[in-house]
């Protein structure tokens, strides 16, 4: 199994143990209040969204993804989001050791 799938199923574990929250507003807000521990953009969200994003991410020292097309986050997290947020250490850390290994 690639670790690109690996990633995408703790995704899916970390939603269905409501340490994920999705939506660019939501993610937002998540990243102001320093409860975001990682947060995804999809490969395909639109420039704005992800300067968005990337920006706000940057300023608060989130770590930020964007390694999965929208469609794969979006069956990852079983919702229809290009953005989403980890609110967990663990899960954020398990993730980004699976991506850069």
Do not use: W
């Amino acid at each position: 199994m690639m670790n690109n799938e690996k990633a995408l199923n703790l995704l899916g574990l970390a939603t269905r143990a409501g340490k994920m929250i999705s939506g660019e507003e939501l993610v937002l807000q998540s990243v102001r209040s320093k409860k975001a521990k990682l947060v995804i953009i999809s490969t395909d969200a639109s420039d704005n969204t992800r300067k968005k994003l990337l920006d706000k991410c940057a300023y608060y020292q989130v770590p930020c993804i964007t390694r999965f097309t929208h469609g794969e986050l979006s069956h990852a997290i079983g919702k229809d989001r290009k953005s989403c947020a980890i609110q967990d250490t663990g899960f954020a850390t398990k993730l980004q050791e699976l991506i850069q290994s």
